[in-house]
């Protein structure tokens, strides 16, 4: 018999920062891994997230650990508003 055995290498959250603002860029999590994804964002102290895709898991357990979670709608084809 045969096991595979797939890991999905996800890439690590990068922090940018400018002037007195900071942002964390990461991967879309799934339900599967959101307890782990709101961990990280809890470690480096994240108290907003943009989604900018399609949301892949349930945001209500992140809202529920105090992190305000933001939709910011556009199609890929289009550059997002700035008003």
Same mark, same amino acid.
């Given at each position: ?34 307890? !782990? ?5 809890? !470690? ?19 809202? !529920? ?19």
């Amino acid at each position: 018999m045969l096991t595979l055995f797939v890991i999905i290498n996800r890439p690590a959250p990068v922090e940018i920062s400018y002037d007195n603002m900071r942002f964390l860029i990461t991967h879309n999590p799934t339900n599967a891994t959101l307890n !782990k994804f709101t961990e990280e964002l809890k !470690k480096y102290g994240v108290t907003t997230l943009v989604q900018v895709c399609d949301a892949t898991y349930d945001k209500a357990p992140v809202e !529920k650990e105090g992190i305000h979670v933001l939709d910011c709608d556009y199609s890929m084809s289009e550059v997002p508003s700035l008003t």
